[in-house]
């Protein structure tokens, strides 16, 4: 159990953080605010995007929000069919992407991912930004992806700053970070290597 846990039961439960910075608390309300949204298919502020340096607890968060996500399939299936008055047909789907690994498919100008990217519920994409992209071709399909996913749930974490996403993506890519979405802004806390 952590010294200083997150301050409500959920988020202590499900993100398990150590509070050694007042924004990992901020993300912690945020992430619990999301992750209720996604129960219940409310599509208001769908995109969460977790921006911060190497270390800070970014793919911790989004690995816990995907721990979260599974065990509340079924659960988020039932709360829609009440919201709108009749069964939802199918689970939400959810998909998580290492985007460094996936981003060499479409330097190999393979398209199947895109597909996955656009129908999942739920799509947990870590470390967008990280890949070596010379040529704006990852970029590119990451663009058509957030294109078709606005009004779907999306987690992104990234080590690129706000300030530097329309010259790192492109200005499209820029535009979509912000439609329907929360930032939630670790930049100013330390690693968890060097966290006292």
Not at 134 to 147: E, F, G, N
Request: hydrophobic letters at 40%.
């Amino acid at each position: 159990m952590p010294n200083n846990p997150l301050k409500t039961k959920w988020q202590a439960k499900f993100l398990g953080l150590e509070v050694h910075h007042p924004d990992l608390q901020a993300a912690g309300d945020e992430i619990e605010f999301f992750c209720n949204r996604w129960v219940r298919g409310d599509t208001q502020q769908s995109c969460l995007t977790i921006v911060g340096q190497p270390g800070c607890g970014k793919t911790h968060l989004l690995r816990r929000i995907e721990r979260f996500a599974r065990g509340a399939q079924v659960l988020a299936h039932q709360k829609r069919s009440e919201t709108v008055g009749y069964v939802v047909t199918k689970i939400p789907p959810i998909l998580y992407w290492f985007w460094p690994v996936l981003a060499d498919e479409f330097k190999r100008d393979q398209d199947w991912p895109k597909a996955e990217g656009m129908d999942a519920d739920l799509l947990l994409w870590d470390d967008l930004g990280a890949e070596n992209d010379p040529w704006k071709k990852c970029i590119d399909a990451a663009c058509q992806i957030m294109s078709r996913r606005e009004k779907k749930f999306t987690v992104i974490t990234t080590n690129v700053v706000p300030d530097q996403w329309a010259e790192r993506f492109d200005q499209r890519m820029a535009d979509r970070f912000l439609r329907n979405s929360i930032i939630v802004d670790l930049l100013a806390v330390p690693s968890w290597a060097t966290a006292k």
